[in-house]
């Protein structure tokens, strides 16, 4: 178990005052704005009088319990007084806050209910589409997916693609199932171009690539001047790894369509998504070549040119954003290739620049983390307590952050105490109790880790994050080698393509003796995560293969990048001694 949860957020606005006066000791920002209410956040409305008392006191405990960040609990209240009146606005606050607690079947019950109320609702539909896919109710699920085909106003073609999108939010393990409900609604609509396309975009999210392949051949065939259809032929065969043909597919494209950079762009981010790395940097090279300033491009091989450390480069495509339309996404990534270089007071001058837009959540958690690596540990737990203060909306991610700073510094009592009280108002909450197991797991107390952990699980059997961290914390801490590789075995089905779980399956094969099988799973996580605990396993099992030199060769490289690890500084002592 290594990181502590990003929990998702809305791209709210919360301007602050640049972290930098911090670093000199000063009192930590205030936030100068508030973020701008959405619908999640607004009251909802009391029911008329004629409602009766009983309503009125259901919806006032509910709105107690939202703002006590209790979803759970709101949503129960909601859905109580959704007995007696006929409320769709509320009936969609209870279904979301239903969803935010993961608590499936009051989501349920808020849907049924939202759409009883409002038959026309496509919302409603999705959700109750979406937990019934999850409880292997194939009939619900596709009527309900049929009804938003059927209803959708902008057609057919476009209901289709509507319930695809839908679909492809199924779990892995439930791509079968997903790609059965597609293909009987296709087969309604022979004539309709989106039938194959639908069928096309679930079959490329679970990895069905001949029915890919042959239905876009179909869409394509059906519309053969639809630039969309063209655009997911291309994707299918990026995808298939036929970049030869895609390449060839998108300069025919480009040569007839005035909006040329928008499907180089297009096409860049299918190759990325497929892993294409070096297709993806000779579009984005060819779009500057065709439009120098393009400023998409510019930007995407600036992040690609941080993740290969190549600096100077990515800073050279930066600079020139910075008072541009993508000034915030700019300043945002010259504070992470500075943080990347060590040089943490830049790095913060440039996260403190990101005063809006969908990033300044993590900047102003950036400015704290940077704040404390330049010691001032105690002024980053006093702007994170502010912010909790001000925008208790936020206030779950920015406790993780302050704990997390915490157990960095291996200040364990401070951060359990932190988790302990945000717990007290949200004990149910997955991402607190798993962050509190991290520390459990530092302060040697196992039993307390995997008790919330089990917690966790109980709650969201296919929270991948959970099942990997308690297996591996077994195969690391205990003797329970089997019940280890059973939980990260789930979590690789899960999650199959996440390095860090398999990273911990081949540690847990080492662990149970299978030496060879550890090794090419552990050069395949470091070969797509080479981080330095990976570096750690992969250079203890080469030694104990006799690979010695290979070993210090992967350990040498980590440790010049990550001097004070411990888990890297704890293998190499022990094995080189």
Not at 167 to 187: F, T
Not at 418 to 439: E, H, I, M, T
Not at 469 to 487: I, Q, V
């Amino acid at each position: 178990m290594r990181l502590f949860p990003l929990i998702r957020h809305s791209g709210l606005s919360l301007l602050l005052v640049a972290g930098t006066a911090l670093a000199a000791g000063k009192p930590p920002p205030q936030a100068a704005t508030p973020p701008v209410a959405t619908d999640a956040d607004a009251p909802a409305s009391a029911p008329e009088s004629s409602a009766g008392a009983e309503a009125q006191f259901h919806v006032m405990a509910g709105e107690m319990a939202a703002g006590r960040h209790q979803p759970e609990i709101a949503a129960r209240e909601f859905v109580a007084a959704l007995q007696s009146v006929d409320d769709a606005d509320l009936a969609q606050r209870a279904t979301a806050l239903a969803i935010a607690a993961h608590d499936e079947a009051l989501a349920l019950q808020a849907a049924q209910r939202w759409l009883q109320i409002d038959p026309t609702s496509m919302d409603a539909r999705e959700v109750i589409a979406r937990v019934a896919l999850s409880h292997h109710d194939l009939a619900t699920t596709t009527a309900q997916c049929q009804a938003i085909v059927e209803g959708h106003s902008g057609g057919i073609d476009e209901g289709l693609r509507i319930a695809a999108s839908i679909l492809s939010q199924a779990s892995p393990e439930d791509g079968d199932a997903a790609m059965s409900v597609i293909q009987q609604l296709a087969a309604q609509y022979p004539k309709n171009v989106g039938a194959p396309h639908a069928v096309t975009l679930v079959a490329l999210r679970f990895n069905k690539d001949d029915i890919a392949d042959s239905a876009s051949q179909q869409a394509l065939k059906m519309a053969p001047d639809d630039r969309d259809e063209k655009l997911l032929r291309v994707g299918v065969l990026a995808k298939l790894g036929r970049i030869d043909e895609a390449d060839a597919a998108v300069d025919k494209l480009v040569k007839k369509d005035p909006k040329a950079d928008d499907m180089r762009l297009a096409y860049a981010k299918l190759l990325l998504e497929s892993n294409q790395r070096e297709p993806a940097r000779a579009q984005l090279q060819k779009i500057l070549k065709h439009t120098p300033n393009q400023s998409d491009a510019m930007f995407a091989l600036a992040v690609m040119a941080i993740n290969d450390k190549d600096y100077d480069t990515a800073e050279n495509y930066l600079k020139p954003l910075l008072e541009g339309e993508r000034s915030e996404d700019a300043a945002f990534q010259l504070g992470r290739l500075y943080e990347l270089k060590g040089d943490y007071a830049t790095a913060l001058q440039y996260y403190g620049r990101v005063d809006h837009g969908n990033q300044v959540i993590d900047a102003v958690l950036h400015q704290s983390a940077m704040l404390a690596k330049l010691g001032h540990l105690d002024a980053a737990r006093q702007q994170l307590q502010s912010l909790r203060d001000n925008f208790p909306q936020f206030a779950p991610r920015f406790t993780l952050a302050e704990a997390e700073l915490l157990l960095d510094a291996q200040q364990y009592d401070e951060a359990l105490a932190v988790l302990n009280a945000a717990l007290k108002d949200q004990p149910n909450d997955a991402d607190l109790l798993y962050s509190r197991s991290l520390v459990y797991e530092r302060m040697d107390k196992i039993d307390d880790a995997e008790k919330d952990l089990r917690t966790v699980i109980a709650a969201q059997p296919d929270d991948a994050r959970s099942l990997n961290a308690l297996g591996y914390m077994l195969a690391e801490h205990t003797n329970r080698l089997d019940e280890a590789h059973e939980l990260i075995g789930k979590a690789l089905s899960l999650d199959p393509n996440d390095a860090s779980i398999i990273d911990s399956m081949g540690w847990v094969e080492y662990k149970r003796g299978n030496t060879d099988l550890a090794s090419r799973l552990l050069k395949r996580a470091f070969a797509d995560f080479p981080d330095p605990e990976v570096a750690a396993h992969l250079g203890e099992v080469l030694w104990t293969q006799g690979h010695k030199d290979e070993a210090r060769d992967i350990w040498n490289h980590a440790l010049s990048e990550s001097p004070d690890h411990p888990v890297l500084k704890e293998t190499v002592q022990r094995l080189e001694r």
